[in-house]
């Protein structure tokens, strides 16, 4: 069986920086592939190369079967990759709601209606609501975004990246910022999301990543140093010698 | 579940009061020591400002030239009358046709611009457009414009309507506008004025789910200088003219201060409480002092400063005092 995405000898330069070498990993359908490296290994990096924010500078990217290799961020999402984003990126004076609606297949197929009412274009308040509720959002959904608590805009970032009914979602460290509970919501998010969805989480939260991944793939240096099962990086020498809380700073 | 403000535009009193004042301006503006003339004029700038501020306003997009896309209405409805003889109907019609495709031009090569470029490149399409109008004498008339405009009857069929006194057109012209209103609310809470606004709030991530934002951008161009097509057409059916100052940089910059004095940013109205206001000030102040547009220069900074969100900003404010979670249109 093929892999639902692939990813092969991603390479990216900055100047004359090379962030990404030889990058290559696979997800099969319905798999959590985890990444973890220290700040500045180049896993934002990779996200950016493999969702059409950069171009890569070498590598290919396949999504069942299709080449999408550097395809623009509106190709891929339509290709069906959503993704979220470490720093925050919503739509600050919509309300939640709003936020999510936008970013419906709904409201795109209907993107160039101009006499019809937005709320009535297809199912997209609908099924903005059934998300907001899926991420427990549903009592602020006529909040604007801007006025939001950190936690709710961190699950706000994943509702939105949701609305696309991605066939894969990258989420780019979920938990940064949170504490205990909101990473304990944010994985049991995860877990729910896990049965219809193939996901890549970047994570530097180990006990997280190591409790949802199916695999996961080790960056430093923009190189993949170690891969595997949890349970085989436990065992992984390199990642035992290197410490894997000091790695995950 | 009440998801966001209340659309119906006739729920609104503010639409009512806005209906009647204009509806019964040529009544009583003469008892309060203006004319006739200056409501007209109002009215068109109503038209101009509320449709550059889909641009300004809804999709955060600072075109600087706009005044372009007056002159070239302005300019193409009085070549269509005078070189080619066509009626009323035909001559708005591609006023907002040629201003259009204009602005598709422009667009063609600024929509994938943004913020400080985005602002550089409108300027300098309106300076070559200004540059046109003056130079291309045979068609233009050169720096003396096209004379002797006329204000053909508009013929509705079954009748036909004088539009030579300054209060007929501002009837037509009223009319016009609440057309242009109609249309430019509807879209404003339409699936494209949604995706607009958020172009505007977050580019990037509009394109991350999957929206053309170049499309968006584009027609959003195309659609405002439409708007500002028509209503230059009809200010030369108002002036009886059509000449270079009317695509200036001065124009341009009006729009602008318009939209923002208005609140055009916060609210859908700001343009047409600016455009009133605007004018009015430089009616009134001008008749005091020669240097009016220095004093409206300097209350224009005050209230970038103090109150950037505008006239429309300050009653929202004051209507919902108290009530800080009111989210506004
Ligand atoms: N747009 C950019 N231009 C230049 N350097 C960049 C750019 N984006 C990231 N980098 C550099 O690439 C390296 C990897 O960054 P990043 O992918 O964000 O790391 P992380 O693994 O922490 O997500 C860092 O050294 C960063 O400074
Ligand atoms: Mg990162």
């Known amino acids: 069986m093929t892999a639902l995405f692939s990813a092969h000898q991603l390479a990216k330069r900055f100047g004359d920086r090379l962030v990404l070498q030889d990058v290559s990993f696979d997800v099969e359908e319905g798999q959590v592939h985890g990444i973890m490296g220290p700040n500045g290994a180049g896993k934002t990096t990779c996200f950016n190369v493999l969702t059409g924010r950069y171009q890569p500078d070498g590598g290919t990217v396949m999504l069942r079967g299709n080449d999408i290799t550097g395809g623009s961020p509106r190709a891929i999402a339509r290709h069906g990759i959503a993704r979220s984003f470490q720093l925050m990126n919503l739509f600050d004076d919509f309300t939640a709601l709003e936020n999510v609606a936008v970013a419906t297949r709904s409201l795109r197929a209907h993107g160039f209606g101009f006499w019809r009412d937005a709320m009535s274009a297809g199912d997209a308040y609908e099924r903005a609501d059934a998300i907001l509720l899926r991420v427990g959002l549903q009592d602020k959904a006529s909040l604007r975004a801007g006025s939001l608590s950190y936690g709710d805009r961190r699950a706000l970032e994943i509702a939105v990246a949701l609305a696309g009914e991605p066939v894969l979602l990258f989420l780019d460290e979920p938990t940064a910022g949170l504490g205990a509970e909101g990473i304990a919501r944010v994985a049991d998010l995860v877990t729910e999301l896990k049965r219809h969805l193939t996901m890549v989480i970047i994570e530097h939260d180990m006990r997280f990543l190591f409790r949802l991944a199916d695999r996961i793939s080790v960056v430093h240096w923009g190189q993949v140093i170690a891969r595997g099962t949890p349970a085989e990086l436990r065992e992984n020498v390199w990642v035992q010698r290197s410490n894997l809380r000091q790695l995950t700073c | ?329």
């Open chain 2, 1 to 329: 579940m009440k998801k966001h403000a209340d659309n119906h535009l006739l729920t609104r009193p503010g639409t009512w009061i806005g209906l009647v004042v204009l509806a019964t301006a040529p009544l009583w503006i003469k008892s309060v020591g203006l004319y006739p003339y200056l409501a007209l004029e109002i009215m068109i700038w109503m038209m101009f400002a509320l449709g550059y501020n889909l641009l300004l306003g809804q999709a955060g997009l600072p075109s600087f030239g706009h005044g372009a896309f007056l002159g070239i209405g302005a300019y193409a409805f009085g070549l269509l009358q005078l070189k080619f003889g066509a009626g009323l109907w035909l001559a708005l019609f591609g006023a907002a046709a040629t201003a259009s495709l204009a602005g598709a031009l422009v667009a063609a090569f600024i929509s994938h611009r943004r913020g400080i470029y985005y602002a550089l490149l409108t300027i300098a399409f309106g300076q070559v457009f200004w540059f046109i109008s003056i130079k291309w004498h045979s068609v233009t008339g050169g720096e003396d414009g096209l004379l002797n405009i006329a204000r053909p009857a508009a013929n509705f069929g079954l009748f036909e309507l004088s539009l030579k006194s300054n209060n007929a057109l501002y009837y037509f012209t009223f009319a016009l506008l609440v057309l242009v209103v109609i249309f430019l609310w509807r879209l404003s809470y339409s699936p494209f004025g949604r995706i607009l606004q958020a172009v505007k709030q977050n580019e990037t991530r509009a394109a991350f789910v999957g929206h053309n934002v170049w499309l968006y951008k584009f027609l959003a161009f195309v659609i405002s200088t439409a708007v500002a097509g028509l209503a230059g057409a009809l200010f030369a059916m108002a002036q009886q003219s059509a000449y270079p100052n009317v695509m200036s940089l001065h124009n341009s910059g009006f729009v602008v201060m318009m939209v923002l004095i208005g609140g055009g940013l916060v609210s859908f109205w700001g343009p047409l409480i600016g455009a009133a206001f605007f004018i009015l000030a430089r009616d009134l102040l001008g008749a005091y002092t020669e240097t009016w547009l220095l004093w409206y220069g300097l209350a224009f900074m005050a209230m970038v400063i103090f109150k950037p969100e505008g006239i429309a900003g300050m009653w929202q404010s004051w209507r919902t005092r108290g009530n800080p979670s009111g989210t506004t249109a």
